[in-house]
């Protein structure tokens, strides 16, 4: 009996090492963690999560969906993993970036948004879009610094603000509104552009969701012309501050392989 209760504890102990490992490893504050997550495998982190779902442990016995949360975050923190890798052997950035501000920085505060909410992949991608313009090895130290302060608008936009600036983003490349100056002045029509552009048609979305946009002075904020929401400026709306937000997010996807 004295057996069997010293070896369910020891098992108990693994899980919480275990968890520790991959749960809490983003609060140690010692750059090298950075090796020690990026050399471990996928199979090694999926292991945790599948040995959380069949171990029976009264703790874990009706953490169903924090264990489907907590796989999620192993696979996005194990493919993060593998972009860093793939940057170093490229090049891209330099192998001891967590020794710099901007690299340890960015570094533990994008395994924490992972750790605790990796089901937004937009935002994720937006971060380590930031992550990868902060720590590039030609960085000067003003393009690390406005990297910087983009990854901490990143953190704080969920998908569908996103994807509305890729849409100002896009229509601001191709010209759109510049084509159609009169047009382009009513705010109204702006916002049933966006919608159609996303394909749901719904400008009460794009209002609320250009909110979070105009207050991070991505895109230009409405004028008022009497009883009239009127552009003033670039007719796309988007400010400098949103290019380069964009710009760095479409450099990552060419260097990742999805632009």
Known sequence: MADKASKDQSTEESYVLVARDYAD??????????ERILSASRT????????????????????????????MAVEALTDFGKEVSEWIKRGNIPEDFSGR???YQTWVELLLEIDANPVD???LKAMRAMFL?????????????????????AKQL?????????????????????????LSLNVSNWR?????????????LIRQQERALTEHNLIS???????????????????????????????YQVEKGTG
Request: with cysteine; aromatic share 6%.
């Open 121 to 123: 992949e937009n935002r």
């Open 133 to 153: 313009a902060a720590n590039r090895v030609n960085a000067s130290d003003g393009e690390s610094i406005v990297a910087y302060q983009l990854f901490q608008i």
């Open 221 to 251: 904020p409405i004028v008022m012309s009497g009883q009239l929401e009127t552009i003033v400026g670039e007719p796309s709306r988007i400010s400098d501050l949103g290019i380069k937000f964009c710009e760095n997010v479409e450099r």
């Open 25 to 34: 490893i983003a609060h140690l504050e010692n750059p090298s963690v950075v």
């Open 158 to 182: 969920n998908s569908g603000e996103l994807l509305l600036l890729d849409a100002v983003y896009r229509a601001f490349k191709a010209k759109s509104f510049s084509q159609h100056p009169i």
């Open 44 to 71: 090694e982190k999926v292991a945790y999560v599948s040995a959380l779902l069949t171990s029976g442990l009264p703790r874990f016995a009706l953490a169903g969906p924090k264990v489907a949360f907590a796989a």
């Open 192 to 204: 049933l552009a966006m919608a159609n552009n996303l394909g749901h048609g719904l400008s009460a």
């Open 101 to 103: 501000p901007s690299g």
